[in-house]
């Protein structure tokens, strides 16, 4: 499973009510971070916590759980959110889905 910005707040909840302890990611502290309140709130979900930039990513391989903060960061940039997570979605294509899904993409040059 993989998740972006706020959402892996809301798989900390669901996993709490289900006993289940994962490793998630909010990002990181610091000035530009308003959101890193919520990765206190993660913690007391019980789960524990990744700390990455705004261009990673994180991967609890036990439960399988790719987690990436996206605009959580006041410094991202639509590329910096585009490079996270085409890195995330291609771990997890490669670890779990096994397609590959890098060759069906095309040129816009190529279509037309």
Known sequence: MAFCCI??????????????VASLSMGSKGADW?????????????HGHIEV???????????????TPCYMCL????????SAIDSMIGELNEKYLKHNFRK????????I
Do not use: Q, W
């Not at 707040?9 to 996993?15: F, I, M, W, Y």
């Not at 069906?104 to 279509?111: E, L, M, Q, S, V």
């Open 7 to 20: 959402t892996p707040l809301l798989v900390a909840k669901s996993l709490s009510e289900n006993n289940v």
């Open 34 to 46: 308003p959101f890193s309140g919520l990765i206190d709130l993660v913690k007391g979900f019980g």
């Open 53 to 67: 930039g705004m261009n990673e990513y994180s991967h609890d391989k036990e439960n399988k759980i790719l987690c």
């Open 75 to 82: 410094k991202s940039t639509p590329y910096t959110v585009y």
């Open 104 to 111: 069906i993409r095309y040129n816009i040059t190529d279509i």
